[in-house]
Nanobody
């Protein structure tokens, strides 16, 4: 059974930084493609960043150069480093193994202007 636990969200001013963590169990983040999604109020959930087993990364255009996805294989954890945050980055952030349907509970990120 795949379980994902996100943490690290919070309230931050525009221009600030946050680091999100996603601790996985039931799967290996080393060999599975993993992604971070976000859902802003009133909007659909969107894929923000992904990382493959070959460590190939992809980013949503609006976060390129500001967000970095990475993983720690020993801790079976995926991270999302978010810098130069903007109010439009506000939302609930979720991680997911791209080939599985399980979602974590998400972590709230709020960026004030």
């Amino acid at each position: 059974q795949v379980q994902l636990v996100e943490s690290g969200g919070g309230l931050v001013q525009a221009g600030g930084s946050l680091r999100l963590s996603c601790e996985a169990s039931g799967i290996s983040v080393r060999i599975n493609a993993m992604g971070w999604y976000r859902q802003a109020p009133g909007k659909q959930r969107e894929l923000v960043a992904s990382i493959t087993g070959d460590t190939i990364t992809n980013y949503l255009g609006s976060v390129k150069g500001r967000f970095t996805i990475s993983r720690d294989n020993a801790k079976n954890t995926v991270f999302l480093q978010m810098n130069s945050l903007k109010p439009e980055d506000t939302g609930v952030y979720y991680c997911r193994a791209l080939l599985f349907t399980s979602w974590g509970q998400g972590t709230q990120v709020t960026v004030s202007s």
